[in-house]
């Protein structure tokens, strides 16, 4: 069955480690993308790709890195987590080209806690 | 910049109330126009959009929502809400980029 898989999804950590969040998708889809949401508020597009080797940074600044050495796999990494990166991270993708492929499938979330 | 603005943050309503929930964009040209739904749990998906034609559209599980060009506005309408719609609602916007806008969402919390 086409999906998006998160893992984990939940994480707690201390501050100063490395973490890296998956996201594969099975949707067949070139673009991908990374939200951060917190509660209450939008979700802010971190980084998003056009497909392999394509990262672009979004519109909310982030510490956090991506690459797309695969087209299903669109990992995101924190060098050093501190606890303002706690929040939930969200993962997506769509198809190719403009309107009516626009519509963007989401995973489940990593909710990550940073102490 | 684009912007969404969803305004009520948190409703509360019985079963078979019926509901609108607001949302207003801040954009000049053209749009696509999109609510989401995320149901306790589950994944945020798609409840309709809106691209061109018929600015009426209907979504799942009865749901509509209408274009209105001259108020910036989406608002999504359901005639007689369920207890199982208890979800946050997300309406977001693009302007023909790969950009989706979202706003802060709606908790609606449907009691029986």
């Known amino acids: 069955e086409a999906d998006i898989y998160q893992t984990p999804r939940y994480l707690v950590i201390g501050t100063g480690k490395k973490i890296t969040l998956e996201c594969s998708q099975t949707?067949?889809?070139?673009?991908m993308y990374w939200y951060q949401q917190d509660p209450g508020m939008e979700l802010h597009l971190i980084h998003y790709?056009?497909?392999?080797?394509?990262?672009e940074k979004g519109d909310l600044s982030s510490e956090s890195t991506v690459s797309r050495i695969r087209t299903e796999h669109f990992p995101l990494t924190l060098e050093s987590a501190r606890p303002s990166h706690t929040s939930q991270y969200l993962c997506?993708?769509?198809?190719?080209?403009?309107?009516?492929?626009?519509?963007?499938?989401f995973g489940p979330g990593t909710r990550l806690t940073v102490l | 910049a684009q912007s969404v603005s969803q305004h009520n943050h948190h409703v509360i309503l019985s079963e078979a109330a019926s509901l609108e929930l607001g949302c207003n964009y801040s954009y000049g040209g053209t749009v696509n126009l999109f609510w989401y739904v995320q149901y306790p749990g589950q994944h945020l998906q798609l409840l309709l959009k809106?691209?061109?034609?018929?600015?009426l559209v209907k979504g799942i599980k009865g749901f509509e929502a209408e274009f209105i060009k001259s108020k910036f506005s989406f608002n999504l309408r359901k005639p007689s809400v369920q207890w199982s719609d208890t979800a946050e609602y997300f309406c977001?916007?693009?302007?023909?980029?790969?950009?989706?806008?979202f706003g802060t969402g709606t908790r609606l919390q449907v009691f029986p």
């Open positions: 809106y691209f061109s034609g018929d600015p």
């Open positions: 997506a993708s769509s198809e190719s080209g403009t309107g009516a492929y626009n519509e963007q499938f």
């Open positions: 949707m067949g889809h070139d673009k």
């Open positions: 977001a916007v693009n302007s023909g980029t790969d950009k989706l806008i």
């Open positions: 790709s056009y497909g392999v080797n394509s990262t």
